[in-house]
């Protein structure tokens, strides 16, 4: 692709070459299609678009320097696409189907693979979708998967700059025993005005605290959100939060750099004692954050004093990174170089 500027892409939507389809209907998963349609033709009573059966992915395919195509950790998105499916009863894919579409996917829109060395990457959309009509509430009994594609740049246009957050209390993204632990739309759909609130006061992302007490760290907007004091990382521990691939990745390279790891409910008031903190996901990559406006509190926590992300924050996104574009070895396997 000549005339992209690849190292200027947003997190936004831009149409490839091609998409996977591969339906499910009379009790099996049929064969892959390659489609060059952006649209899909569905039943009107589609459950998908009534009782919210639907879940995705989210992962990237990054070009290394040596020109190949590398996918981070794929298993783990093809595990969390198996607990969203059971979560609202879909039917669930094979891991075959999954690697085929997500590798086809790739490599019949190679030519959108961003260049190494521009930030950028081919975000993966794996999706599976209740097709099939209903109109009382209950599953469908056809299913559609679907793989796109498009190139982008980082999810927070600052980079690895530090970004702002407010703190919204007056809605809920997940509750509990909810639907908080796994990837389906409508944790986003309940997500969009906190998003909002935060815009509207000039911040970046909403963070949410647990829909119970009002007291624990959640999350930020669509990523995980770690704090690191006294050489340990922290990350919550809450049950309505989505388990980050990219948060599990960094616990262990924390580890690694010799960090003590811990998982635990994170009191809100507790953000006055961390040294640095940030936001993770494969989106978002690590984003460091700079400002938490409590709004209903009226209250600033700042970090990154100097404008620039923590020395800790720093190395594990560099190493990570380096791990995803494959400019460094790989020790704990997670990346599989596409063929
Ligand atoms: N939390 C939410 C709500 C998300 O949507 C995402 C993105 O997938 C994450 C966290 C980060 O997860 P991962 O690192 O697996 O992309
Ligand atoms: C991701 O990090 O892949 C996400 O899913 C974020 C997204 C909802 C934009």
Known sequence: MQNLDWSQLPF?????DYNIRCYYRDGKWGELEVSSSEYINLHISATALHYGQQAFEGMKAYRGKDNKIRLFRWEENFKRMQRSADGILMQPITKELFKDAITKAV???ERFVPPHGTGAALYLRPLLIGSGPQIGVKPAEEYLFMVFTTPVGPYFKEGFTPIKIAVVRDSDRAAPLGTGSIKVGGNYASSLTGAKKAH?????APMYLDSIHKKYIDEIGAANFFGIKNNTYI??????ILPSITNMSIMQLAEDLGLKVERRPIDIEELETFEEVGACGTAAIISPIGEIY???KDKKYNFCKDGKAGLISTQIYEKLVAIQYGDETDPHNWVEIIK
């Open 12 to 16: 936004g939507y831009l149409k490839t």
């Open 107 to 109: 490599l019949i829109n």
């Open 200 to 204: 509207d006061e000039g911040y970046g």
């Open 235 to 240: 990350t919550p521990k809450s049950p309505s």
């Open 294 to 296: 409590d709004i209903d």
